[in-house]
């Protein structure tokens, strides 16, 4: 599992004009080819009178599978620069179609290549990336005659909380990148003169939000 990976924040669209050619990107959230196809398939059925509606996806961890769709513009000039925005912003487990209503005027190849570039690149600054960090769930049970302390110590610290129980004794759950567990466990053995159990759950990713810049 990758330590960190980018993708799309949530499902949405956002649309652009140039000359007079109406561009809307559409994006979602896919882990598998088949999400991946049947999310394009909705999109031209509900976009069936558009001129093209071109397409480009990247999936798993590592970008393993890539694949791009001009749907009837010229060769290279619209799956291809859509494909190469997802992989220059590092984003992962992405599906993109845009759709184009002709305007009238024809950009040629250059300006096609811009075209579908921006309209990904502004749609994803719109729709918003998250960055997914892998994480260990760590529990750490001490008593309540250090909650005050370790409370405060622990809200303070740069490492996200999940869950505090108050139960016989004080359980806080919380979020620890692997490479920062050895100092965690450190910190926290001190903090409580070593009177603390500390427990490391399973691995996860923890969603942040993402700045967006353009290309």
């Not at 890539?66 to 799956?79: F, M, V």
């Amino acid at each position: 599992m990758q330590p960190s990976h980018l993708t799309i924040n949530d499902n949405g669209t956002h649309e652009i004009i140039i000359q007079k050619s109406r561009f809307i990107s559409h994006f979602k959230h896919t882990t598998t080819e088949v999400e991946a196809q049947t999310f394009i398939s909705e999109i031209k059925k509900q976009f069936a009178s558009a001129n093209h509606n071109c397409s480009a996806y990247v999936i798993g961890e590592n970008n393993d599978l890539q694949k791009a769709n001009d749907d009837g513009e010229p060769s290279g000039t619209a799956g291809v620069p859509m494909l190469e925005v997802l992989k220059k912003r590092n984003v992962r487990n992405t599906t993109v179609v845009v759709t184009r209503f002709f305007g009238g005027i024809k950009l040629g190849a250059g300006g096609l290549i811009r075209a579908y570039s921006r309209s990904v690149s502004d749609g994803m600054n719109a729709v918003g990336l998250i960055q997914r960090l892998l994480v260990n769930e760590i529990s750490i049970t001490f008593e309540y005659g250090w909650l005050g302390k370790m409370e405060n110590e622990l809200r303070q610290s740069p490492y996200p909380i999940k869950s505090f129980d108050y139960a016989e004794a004080v359980q806080v759950v919380l979020y620890i990148q692997p490479k920062d567990l050895q100092t965690f466990k450190e910190w926290i053995t001190d903090l409580t003169s070593a009177q603390v159990v500390i427990k490391e759950g399973s691995k996860t990713y923890l969603d942040l939000d993402f700045p967006t810049t353009s290309i």
